[in-house]
């Protein structure tokens, strides 16, 4: 396969996009979806995999590029692994996430009115795809595994960064450098398994 020099990111979150782009070989020139002032599409894919090429179709059909996507979430095991693909939905029609960490400590209360004193394990997963046009060319599936903070930490990130710590680690990535989070995050667990491909 020839090397990809254009490629779409298929998000119109910030966030996501600055870290997908950081994380791209230097050569490859990207587009983002507000150039071409496109919505996301309905995601109704039962897993990241397929929300992710859902997501990179859509994009590739509307602009004839490449498109590289990514759908990625918080699994929380004592939540019977929710918020999972629905992680932006629990904030509301604006993934607001200071409204989706609300209901995240509010679940977890519920659940376990004790839960603070008890290391409530989570993870975060990224599921990466390839398309052009209707054909998809890759998917690949990162993980971090981790557990949640009693309190949101840290400014950085975006998301549900603020309250995941990281196995082996004391900050959450909301407090972390994106140099630091970059190295070990779910998202570039997957780009590791996807490089072979740009």
Not at 67 to 80: F, H, T, V
């Amino acid at each position: 396969m020839e090397k990809i020099s254009k490629l779409l990111i298929g998000t119109n979150n910030k966030g996501k996009y600055k870290e997908i782009k950081d994380l791209l070989p230097k050569y490859i020139k990207t587009h983002s979806t507000t150039e071409f002032k496109l919505k996301s599409p309905r995601e109704d894919g039962r897993t990241f995999e397929e929300n992710s090429i859902i997501k990179s179709k859509y994009f590739s059909k509307k602009t004839k590029l490449t498109c590289l996507a990514d759908d990625s979430g918080l699994e929380i095991d004592i939540l019977d692994k929710n918020p999972g693909i629905y992680s932006a939905r629990w904030g509301g029609k604006k993934s607001d996430f200071k409204k989706a960490i609300i209901k995240v400590y509010r679940e977890l209360t519920k659940r376990d009115k004790n839960w603070k004193q008890k290391k409530i394990k989570a993870r975060f997963i990224c599921a990466l795809s390839i398309c052009y046009l209707d054909k998809k060319i890759i998917t690949v599936l990162g993980k971090v595994e981790g557990y949640i903070s009693t309190i949101p930490k840290g400014k950085n990130g975006f998301g549900y960064d603020p309250i995941f710590v990281p196995k082996n680690k004391i900050k959450t990535f909301g407090e972390m450098s994106s140099l630091q989070k970059y190295k070990i995050d779910h998202r570039y667990n997957a780009f590791r398994k996807i490089k072979k491909f740009l």
